[in-house]
């Protein structure tokens, strides 16, 4: 009877590590990120254009995988039309127009794609670089905090009318459509009055669209871009961007959930990126105070710095924070990851501790890794009443400094990497940075 009971224990413990999972970062009893996405996107051929599309679409209107579609220039889905895309389909940005595709407001993109068979959105170059192409805009008519109901993009996009270009209502439940295993690459063109496109921007979106499985990756832009509206992003990817990986502002209501975003030092832009930055507005007196400040919400969440070196680029200056959040917003991240960054969470200067600024902003559950540094206040260098405060134990914060190859089930691999945590392996280890070090 012994032997049985011991036997049948052993088989409980095996299977329940077969199945058990990381609760902290992305989860999943299998690596989610297999098949759909790619993470050396230079190296593939996805061959050349059989149909154009430019101008206005203001029918709907299918494209099909059969085909590989040129986006020549600007192009808008307009007069309430649906463009719908079926899975595997090529869309390429030309890189000679900068093309660059809106779903304005009122119209709907469906891009339901496969796990193993997604969308991809990618550059008209066989030798692919960050900002070959413009990116996608999405438009919907949720609320926004400015004065007025109606904003537009302001990126020296050409439309026809300048409703094709305006975002931003009353409709909370909002549907602009589905992304679902999709791939954004090499977007984000750079203009010299606007700045930089983005991989995808979100804008006025309402709740009954569906972003899941969207992967963005070098982007010479902001990966994910949230103007307002509200929104759930889910296993959303963001790959090497050159600036930011998720950008939230003008009073979003954002919930991300169980997402990945990946930097690179030698890639990030020299005026400073991050993964996350959160912002109520870019000008406080365009903000209308009467309505919601940003509020982001964000579980399971992964955010590495990949490098060679971590300590010597520190040192040079090439790594700056995970998460950045402005004045006036509300932020709470759980059960996530934050490695390799100076230092995992920077407050804006204008934040006040307080009581108040202290509920708004809550961080529980989380692994702070290989960070030198966990929260600050920028422009401050004593951050003992954070620390102090993040690192009780009612929140449940784990700091710890081991190797990423330790830290993660499969760090190295370059073309099919899994970054859930190892089980059991929250543990700090070896001491890789001297904290006194200034």
Request: glycine share 8%; hydrophobic share 35%; net charge negative.
């Amino acid at each position: 009877m012994k032997k049985i009971t011991l036997t049948t224990f052993f088989m409980f413990f095996v299977l329940g590590s077969i199945f058990a999972q990381q609760e902290k970062g992305i989860t999943g009893y299998n690596n989610w990120l297999n098949s759909w996405t790619e993470f050396k996107p230079n190296q593939v051929d996805y061959g050349e254009a059989t149909q154009i599309l430019s101008g206005d679409i203001t029918e709907d209107i299918t494209l099909t995988k059969r085909n590989i579609y040129l986006l020549l220039g600007d192009v808008f889905v307009t007069n309430s039309s649906t463009l719908t895309i079926e899975p595997g389909t090529v869309i390429i940005g030309d890189f000679k127009t900068k093309g660059s595709l809106t779903i304005s407001r009122g119209s709907k993109i469906i891009a339901e794609g496969t796990q193993t068979d997604p969308i991809v959105f990618t550059s008209s170059r066989s030798d692919k670089k960050q900002g070959d192409w413009g990116g996608l805009f999405i438009l919907g008519d949720a609320p926004l905090n400015t004065f007025g109901k109606v904003s537009s993009l302001n990126y020296g996009l050409n439309p026809s009318s300048t409703e094709s270009i305006s975002y931003g209502g009353d409709d909370v439940y909002s549907d602009s459509g589905t992304l679902k295993y999709v791939r954004v690459e090499f977007a984000g063109k750079k203009t010299k009055e606007f700045g930089n496109f983005n991989g995808i921007t979100l804008a006025g979106v309402g709740l009954k669209t569906t972003i899941y499985n969207v992967m963005v990756s070098y982007c010479q832009g902001n990966s994910f871009n949230v103007l307002g509206g509200e929104v759930v992003l889910d296993k959303a990817v963001s790959f090497r961007s050159s600036r930011n990986d998720y950008e939230f502002n003008y009073g979003t209501q954002t919930n991300i959930v169980n997402s990945l975003a990946i930097r690179s030092p030698y890639i990030s832009s020299a005026d400073g990126s991050r993964c996350m930055s959160i912002n109520s507005y870019d000008i406080k007196e365009d903000a209308d105070t009467s309505k919601k400040e940003t509020f982001v919400n964000a579980e399971n969440l992964t955010l590495v710095n990949v490098s060679n070196d971590l300590k010597g680029d520190i040192q040079v200056g090439l790594v700056q924070e995970a998460i950045f959040i402005g004045p006036d917003v509300s932020f709470n991240i759980h059960k996530s990851v934050i490695s390799g960054f100076k230092p995992a969470i920077i407050f804006d200067a204008r934040i006040p501790i307080n009581n108040e600024n202290l509920e708004k902003i809550k961080v529980t559950r989380s692994y702070f890794n290989n960070c030198k540094g966990n929260i600050f206040r920028k422009g401050y260098t004593n951050n003992d009443d954070l620390e102090s405060w993040y690192g009780s134990r009612i929140f449940d914060n784990v700091y710890s400094k081991g190797p990423d190859t330790e830290t993660f089930i499969d760090y190295g691999n370059s073309k099919l990497p899994d970054f859930r945590l190892r089980i059991n392996k929250i543990i700090a280890s070896n001491d890789y940075f001297d904290d006194d070090d200034d």
